[in-house]
């Protein structure tokens, strides 16, 4: 039950990750709506995280690093959770 909670919590924050890397993309595009179906599936979730970070990390030279910063994020909490020595991993080998 551990590890597959492992493997759910890596691939969750895996797909964040990915997320984030596609706002980077689309901060590239500000021509780009987001009411357009697709670029909404990329900014409905990660909009929440966003917005308040950009209150406290205002763009640099008009270019908004918030998602940088979310990447890098996200990956070390993944790496701490999931990774080779991640908790959630110990937890799981020492339960094996």
């Not at 895996?14 to 706002?23: D, G, K, N, P």
């Not at 599936?41 to 970070?53: A, C, D, K």
């Not at 008009?62 to 990956?75: K, N, Q």
């Not at 701490?80 to 020492?94: A, D, M, P, R």
Request: aromatic letters at 8%; charged letters at 10%; hydrophobic letters at 55%.
């Amino acid at each position: 039950m551990l590890s597959v909670s492992s493997w759910v919590i890596g691939l969750l924050l895996a797909a964040w990750t990915l997320l984030f890397l596609f706002r980077i993309v689309l901060t590239w595009y500000p021509q780009i709506s987001s009411e357009n179906p697709l670029v909404a599936l990329v900014v409905i979730p990660t909009e929440p995280l966003l917005g308040p970070t950009r209150k406290l990390i205002q763009p640099i030279g008009g270019v908004d690093v918030t998602p940088v910063i979310w990447v890098g994020l996200v990956s070390l909490l993944r790496e701490l959770l999931v990774g080779q020595q991640g908790l959630i991993t110990q937890l799981v080998l020492k339960s094996a």
